[in-house]
Each structure stands twice: as C-alpha cells, then as structure tokens.
C-alpha cells in the first residue's frame, strides 16, 4: 500500500509540472502493481490494481477530482490498468 500511495505523490507531482502526460503517468501506477504482485501475490496485487485505477481516475482523468469518465479512451486505458495484476 505504501508503494502505492508513494507513487501517486510522485505522479501527482510530475503531472504538475507538466512534465508527463496521461499515458506515461499510468506507467507509474502499473510498475506499483508489478512491485505488489512480485513480492507479496496476488490478492494484494488485485487490491493494489483497483486502488491505483481509482486514484489514476481521481486526480489524472478529466473532469479531475471525481471518478467520473467522460472519455471512452480514458475509460479503455482504466479497465486494461484495472486487469495489470495478472
């Protein structure tokens, strides 16, 4: 949990700056996963998976600050990042 809630200070933090965009982002949540799923197996991988959807959704995915999704795009990049903890 503690990987996750790092990556996403780190992410929040890149996409202030606008230094990387939506796609690249993703890639930190998804290496937070892999991390979880490698170490400690797949029910924490599962949990990590959807924490990281929900938080990538909620601060990165227009309209920001909420889990709505107005963009199929965004909404296919969100379900095959939701299916990263096989």
Not at 61 to 75: G, H, I, K
Request: aromatic share 12%; glycine share 4%; with cysteine.
């Amino acid at each position: 949990m503690g990987c996750c809630h790092n990556g996403n200070l780190h992410a929040h933090h890149l996409a202030h700056v606008n230094f990387f965009d939506q796609a690249s982002l993703i890639l930190v949540y998804l290496l937070g996963v892999v991390v979880i799923a490698a170490r400690y197996g797949k029910r924490p991988a599962i949990l990590s998976s959807i924490l990281s959807v929900l938080l990538f959704d909620f601060f990165f995915v227009p309209p920001r600050y909420s889990l709505e999704v107005t963009n199929p795009q965004d909404l296919i990049t969100l379900l095959l990042c939701s299916w990263s903890h096989y």
